[in-house]
Nanobody
Framework: QVQLVESGGGSVQVGGSLRLSCAAS????????MSWFRQAPGKEREGIAS????????VYSEAVKGRFTITHDSPKSTTFLQMNNLKPEDTARYYC????????????????????WGQGTQVTVSS
């Protein structure tokens, strides 16, 4: 069973940048979707970015589109989330996940579509 470990979180000021990493313990075969979710205190977990391994096609939520970039390094089985122009509302615990099924195109990420999750990494943006 693949395991996912996130890293790269931390505290940053408004307008700053962070790069999150999600390292898989095994091979992430092509046609899976790898996604980043986040959960702020008192709020539901939301999917913010997905990438379809093999084709590297991406999907973003409106909240992060234009500021965040998801990439996947297949040889290293690692998924990244580059976060620029961070805002206080980006403060949350960030999780990566692998889809339960294969997809030709990743749908907007929903929790039920994913069955392998990391433990999360905290991102705090202060003004």
């Amino acid at each position: 069973q693949v395991q996912l470990v996130e890293s790269g979180g931390g505290s940053v000021q408004v307008g700053g940048s962070l790069r999150l990493s999600c390292a898989a313990s095994g091979v992430i075969y092509t046609s899976y979707c790898m996604s980043w979710f986040r959960q702020a205190p008192g709020k539901e977990r939301e999917g913010i970015a997905s990438i379809r391994t093999g084709t590297d096609t991406t999907v973003y939520s409106e909240a992060v589109k234009g500021r965040f970039t998801i990439t996947h390094d297949s040889p290293k089985s690692t998924t990244f989330l580059q976060m620029n122009n961070l805002k206080p509302e980006d403060t949350a615990r960030y999780y990566c996940a692998r889809s339960r099924n294969y997809y030709s195109i990743c749908p907007p990420p929903k929790e039920a579509q994913y069955d392998v999750w990391g433990q999360g990494t905290q991102v705090t943006v202060s003004s």
